[in-house]
Protein backbone atom coordinates (compact mmCIF):
# COMPACT_ATOMS: atom_id res chain seq x y z
CA UNK A 1 0.00 0.00 0.00
CA UNK A 2 1.55 3.54 -0.93
CA UNK A 3 2.38 5.84 1.72
CA UNK A 4 -0.03 8.59 0.62
CA UNK A 5 -2.83 6.22 0.41
CA UNK A 6 -2.20 5.17 3.70
CA UNK A 7 -1.72 8.59 5.26
CA UNK A 8 -4.41 9.69 3.17
CA UNK A 9 -6.96 6.83 4.97
CA UNK A 10 -5.27 8.08 8.33
CA UNK A 11 -6.67 11.60 8.01
CA UNK A 12 -9.98 10.29 6.98
CA UNK A 13 -9.96 7.98 9.86
CA UNK A 14 -9.06 10.97 12.76
CA UNK A 15 -11.19 13.37 11.02
CA UNK A 16 -14.80 10.85 11.09
CA UNK A 17 -13.78 9.44 14.09
CA UNK A 18 -13.56 13.31 15.51
CA UNK A 19 -16.83 14.32 14.08
CA UNK A 20 -18.57 11.55 16.18
CA UNK A 21 -17.12 12.21 18.87
CA UNK A 22 -17.76 15.50 19.03
CA UNK A 23 -21.74 14.66 18.47
CA UNK A 24 -21.75 12.51 21.82
CA UNK A 25 -20.16 15.41 23.27
CA UNK A 26 -23.22 17.69 22.01
CA UNK A 27 -25.45 14.73 23.07
CA UNK A 28 -23.58 14.71 26.74
CA UNK A 29 -24.02 18.76 27.41
CA UNK A 30 -27.66 18.21 26.25
CA UNK A 31 -28.38 15.61 28.12
CA UNK A 32 -26.75 17.52 31.46
CA UNK A 33 -28.70 20.12 31.30
CA UNK A 34 -32.12 17.87 32.96
CA UNK A 35 -31.69 18.46 36.33
CA UNK A 36 -33.92 17.93 39.40
CA UNK A 37 -35.32 21.40 39.29
CA UNK A 38 -36.62 19.65 35.83
CA UNK A 39 -40.26 19.73 35.74
CA UNK A 40 -41.56 16.93 33.23
CA UNK A 41 -45.17 17.79 32.05
CA UNK A 42 -45.66 15.95 29.02
CA UNK A 43 -47.59 12.82 30.06
CA UNK A 44 -50.44 13.57 28.26
CA UNK A 45 -48.95 12.46 24.87
CA UNK A 46 -49.12 9.30 23.89
CA UNK A 47 -46.01 7.06 23.20
CA UNK A 48 -45.47 4.85 20.26
CA UNK A 49 -42.54 2.82 18.99
CA UNK A 50 -41.26 2.22 16.04
CA UNK A 51 -38.05 0.12 15.24
CA UNK A 52 -35.13 0.94 13.14
CA UNK A 53 -34.11 -0.96 10.63
CA UNK A 54 -30.37 0.06 11.75
CA UNK A 55 -30.43 -0.07 15.67
CA UNK A 56 -30.49 -2.23 18.34
CA UNK A 57 -33.30 -0.15 19.86
CA UNK A 58 -36.44 1.06 19.30
CA UNK A 59 -36.98 5.05 18.99
CA UNK A 60 -40.28 6.41 20.94
CA UNK A 61 -42.31 8.78 17.95
CA UNK A 62 -45.63 10.69 19.43
CA UNK A 63 -48.70 10.33 18.16
CA UNK A 64 -50.29 13.43 15.46
CA UNK A 65 -51.65 15.54 18.28
CA UNK A 66 -55.14 16.93 18.07
CA UNK A 67 -56.02 20.87 18.59
CA UNK A 68 -56.97 20.63 21.97
CA UNK A 69 -53.33 18.85 22.28
CA UNK A 70 -51.76 21.34 20.67
CA UNK A 71 -53.64 23.91 22.42
CA UNK A 72 -52.39 22.23 26.17
CA UNK A 73 -49.05 21.47 24.26
CA UNK A 74 -47.86 25.27 24.59
CA UNK A 75 -47.84 25.50 27.85
CA UNK A 76 -45.71 22.24 28.03
CA UNK A 77 -41.74 22.30 28.67
CA UNK A 78 -40.08 20.49 25.65
CA UNK A 79 -38.35 18.19 27.40
CA UNK A 80 -39.68 14.89 25.93
CA UNK A 81 -38.94 16.15 22.41
CA UNK A 82 -35.42 17.01 23.26
CA UNK A 83 -35.00 13.67 24.73
CA UNK A 84 -36.73 11.86 21.59
CA UNK A 85 -34.45 13.68 19.26
CA UNK A 86 -30.98 12.95 21.53
CA UNK A 87 -32.50 9.48 21.44
CA UNK A 88 -32.53 9.36 17.56
CA UNK A 89 -29.35 11.20 17.30
CA UNK A 90 -27.06 9.57 19.18
CA UNK A 91 -28.59 6.30 17.31
CA UNK A 92 -27.63 7.61 14.30
CA UNK A 93 -24.29 8.24 15.32
CA UNK A 94 -23.50 5.27 17.14
CA UNK A 95 -24.37 3.57 13.77
CA UNK A 96 -22.05 5.62 11.98
CA UNK A 97 -18.99 4.13 14.69
CA UNK A 98 -20.34 1.09 13.42
CA UNK A 99 -19.33 1.30 9.77
CA UNK A 100 -16.51 3.48 10.13
CA UNK A 101 -15.21 0.58 12.25
CA UNK A 102 -16.23 -1.85 9.63
CA UNK A 103 -14.24 0.65 6.51
CA UNK A 104 -11.22 0.95 8.71
CA UNK A 105 -10.48 -1.42 10.53
CA UNK A 106 -8.18 -3.53 8.16
CA UNK A 107 -6.37 -0.27 8.10
CA UNK A 108 -6.07 0.06 11.84
CA UNK A 109 -4.39 -3.93 11.72
CA UNK A 110 -2.48 -2.84 9.07
CA UNK A 111 -1.08 0.33 10.19
CA UNK A 112 -0.31 -0.86 13.50
CA UNK A 113 1.27 -3.94 12.87
CA UNK A 114 3.46 -1.98 10.25
CA UNK A 115 4.07 0.46 13.42
CA UNK A 116 4.85 -2.46 15.83
CA UNK A 117 7.52 -4.00 13.11
CA UNK A 118 9.55 -0.57 11.97
CA UNK A 119 9.94 0.15 16.16
CA UNK A 120 11.12 -2.84 16.68
CA UNK A 121 14.09 -3.32 13.72
CA UNK A 122 14.78 0.62 13.86
CA UNK A 123 15.18 -0.10 17.69
CA UNK A 124 17.81 -2.94 16.56
CA UNK A 125 19.16 -0.62 14.47
CA UNK A 126 20.00 1.77 16.68
CA UNK A 127 21.73 -0.43 19.09
CA UNK A 128 23.47 -1.72 16.78
CA UNK A 129 24.76 1.98 15.93
CA UNK A 130 25.60 2.17 19.51
CA UNK A 131 27.13 -0.80 20.32
CA UNK A 132 29.92 -0.14 17.20
CA UNK A 133 29.07 -3.19 15.58
CA UNK A 134 27.09 -1.24 12.54
CA UNK A 135 28.53 1.59 10.78
CA UNK A 136 26.31 4.24 10.11
CA UNK A 137 26.57 7.95 9.16
CA UNK A 138 25.63 10.50 11.82
CA UNK A 139 22.26 12.09 10.31
CA UNK A 140 21.00 8.46 10.08
CA UNK A 141 20.60 8.32 14.03
CA UNK A 142 18.36 11.36 13.72
CA UNK A 143 16.38 9.53 11.21
CA UNK A 144 15.99 6.52 12.86
CA UNK A 145 14.91 8.28 16.18
CA UNK A 146 12.35 10.32 14.13
CA UNK A 147 11.23 7.01 12.11
CA UNK A 148 10.35 5.44 15.73
CA UNK A 149 8.41 8.11 17.12
CA UNK A 150 6.78 9.31 13.88
CA UNK A 151 5.30 5.20 14.30
CA UNK A 152 4.58 5.61 17.80
CA UNK A 153 2.79 8.85 17.07
CA UNK A 154 0.67 6.98 14.16
CA UNK A 155 -0.84 4.49 15.99
CA UNK A 156 -1.48 6.94 19.26
CA UNK A 157 -3.31 9.34 17.51
CA UNK A 158 -6.06 6.29 16.49
CA UNK A 159 -5.65 4.88 20.29
CA UNK A 160 -6.14 8.87 21.84
CA UNK A 161 -9.63 9.55 19.09
CA UNK A 162 -10.85 5.83 19.86
CA UNK A 163 -10.19 6.50 23.51
CA UNK A 164 -11.77 9.70 23.90
CA UNK A 165 -14.82 8.74 21.85
CA UNK A 166 -15.59 5.29 24.58
CA UNK A 167 -15.30 8.09 27.16
CA UNK A 168 -18.18 10.14 25.88
CA UNK A 169 -19.81 7.03 24.87
CA UNK A 170 -19.36 5.72 29.02
CA UNK A 171 -20.27 9.62 30.36
CA UNK A 172 -23.77 9.19 28.63
CA UNK A 173 -24.50 6.13 30.35
CA UNK A 174 -24.04 7.95 34.04
CA UNK A 175 -25.63 11.05 33.08
CA UNK A 176 -28.69 9.35 32.46
CA UNK A 177 -28.38 7.64 35.12
CA UNK A 178 -28.74 10.78 37.59
CA UNK A 179 -31.50 12.06 35.06
CA UNK A 180 -33.22 8.57 35.67
CA UNK A 181 -33.04 9.24 39.67
CA UNK A 182 -34.19 13.16 39.36
CA UNK A 183 -37.10 12.02 36.99
CA UNK A 184 -38.55 9.58 39.74
CA UNK A 185 -38.67 12.81 42.08
CA UNK A 186 -41.01 14.21 39.60
CA UNK A 187 -45.09 13.60 39.53
CA UNK A 188 -45.50 13.44 35.98
CA UNK A 189 -42.86 11.99 34.68
CA UNK A 190 -44.39 8.96 33.04
CA UNK A 191 -43.95 9.61 29.62
CA UNK A 192 -40.18 11.00 30.12
CA UNK A 193 -39.17 7.57 32.40
CA UNK A 194 -40.10 5.45 29.47
CA UNK A 195 -38.37 7.15 27.05
CA UNK A 196 -35.34 7.61 29.50
CA UNK A 197 -35.74 3.49 29.73
CA UNK A 198 -35.27 3.03 25.88
CA UNK A 199 -32.24 5.15 25.88
CA UNK A 200 -30.84 3.24 28.11
CA UNK A 201 -31.47 0.32 26.77
CA UNK A 202 -29.91 1.83 23.29
CA UNK A 203 -26.92 3.00 25.11
CA UNK A 204 -25.71 0.04 27.31
CA UNK A 205 -26.87 -2.01 23.89
CA UNK A 206 -24.15 -0.30 22.07
CA UNK A 207 -19.93 -1.97 22.07
CA UNK A 208 -17.94 0.82 23.35
CA UNK A 209 -14.61 -0.67 22.57
CA UNK A 210 -13.37 -0.20 19.40
CA UNK A 211 -11.23 -2.94 17.57
CA UNK A 212 -9.18 -3.23 14.80
CA UNK A 213 -10.71 -5.54 12.78
CA UNK A 214 -11.46 -7.65 15.99
CA UNK A 215 -7.98 -8.62 16.29
CA UNK A 216 -7.49 -6.53 19.01
CA UNK A 217 -9.39 -3.25 21.11
CA UNK A 218 -7.93 0.06 20.00
CA UNK A 219 -7.69 1.50 23.63
CA UNK A 220 -4.97 2.39 26.36
CA UNK A 221 -3.90 -0.93 26.71
CA UNK A 222 -2.54 -1.63 23.39
CA UNK A 223 0.20 1.12 23.65
CA UNK A 224 1.77 -0.59 27.20
CA UNK A 225 1.25 -4.10 24.76
CA UNK A 226 3.26 -2.98 21.97
CA UNK A 227 5.86 -1.81 24.27
CA UNK A 228 6.21 -4.91 26.03
CA UNK A 229 5.79 -6.69 22.67
CA UNK A 230 8.67 -4.47 21.11
CA UNK A 231 10.91 -4.98 23.79
CA UNK A 232 10.40 -8.56 23.53
CA UNK A 233 11.36 -9.27 20.16
CA UNK A 234 14.27 -6.49 20.41
CA UNK A 235 15.62 -8.94 23.19
CA UNK A 236 15.62 -12.28 21.61
CA UNK A 237 17.03 -10.11 18.34
CA UNK A 238 20.20 -8.75 19.93
CA UNK A 239 20.84 -12.12 21.64
CA UNK A 240 20.83 -13.77 18.34
CA UNK A 241 23.00 -10.77 17.13
CA UNK A 242 25.13 -11.74 20.22
CA UNK A 243 25.88 -15.48 19.95
CA UNK A 244 26.87 -14.72 16.19
CA UNK A 245 29.56 -12.38 17.15
CA UNK A 246 33.08 -13.82 17.09
CA UNK A 247 34.77 -14.66 20.18
CA UNK A 248 37.74 -12.52 19.22
CA UNK A 249 35.58 -9.22 19.26
CA UNK A 250 35.33 -9.73 22.91
CA UNK A 251 38.14 -8.44 25.09
CA UNK A 252 39.86 -11.20 27.27
Known sequence: MPISVLIFKQFQ????????????????NKLSKFNRDTRFTSERRHIVTVRKSNSVSEVPLTDV??????????????????????????????DGIDLVLRIFGWHLLFLTAVSFGVITVQSYNLFSLISHSLVIPTYHVVFIVSW?????????VNILICGKTARMMDTTISILHKIRLSSNEAPNACVFYQILQIFSMEVLQRKRNFNAAGFFDMDYKLITSIIASATTYLVIIIQFHLTNIPDCHFPK
Open 13 to 28: FYNLMHVLKTKFDLIN
Open 65 to 94: PTASQKTDMLNEEPNVDLLQKLLTIYSNVS
Open 148 to 156: ILVQVMAFA
